[in-house]
């Protein structure tokens, strides 16, 4: 199993809010119907009068990954309705072997 990690900041709670119902939404609808996508979380934290995300998804394997990214799976995938709210975010997402899972 594969962890995608990315991150993005909003610069205040309205766009913050905005960005939340965009990825339960809609992202979460888009990841749930690939095939090989396993679970998706979306962790807020307030920062000096701004909002932090860091959103991480779980996959089968690379190719699943991929159904999602295209061909280069470090390129972050972000949608025009969120690059509208959010005010940085990074243009590459990080990915991690899973070592260890609780069931």
Do not use: C
């Not at 594969?2 to 809010?17: G, K, L, T």
């Not at 749930?32 to 995300?53: C, N, P, Q």
């Amino acid at each position: 199993m594969i962890a995608r990690q990315w991150r993005s900041s909003a610069a205040d709670a309205a766009n913050a809010d905005s960005y939340v119902r965009h990825f339960t939404g809609t992202v979460s609808a888009e990841l749930k119907d690939l095939a090989g996508h396993r679970g998706a979380w979306l962790l807020r934290r307030e920062v000096d009068g701004r909002t932090e995300f860091i959103a991480w998804t779980l996959w089968e394997t690379r190719q699943s990954i991929e159904a999602f990214t295209g061909p280069d799976i470090s390129k972050a995938v972000v949608d025009p309705e969120a690059r509208a709210v959010l005010s940085a975010f990074d243009d590459f997402a990080t990915h991690y072997d899973v070592a260890f899972k609780t069931p």
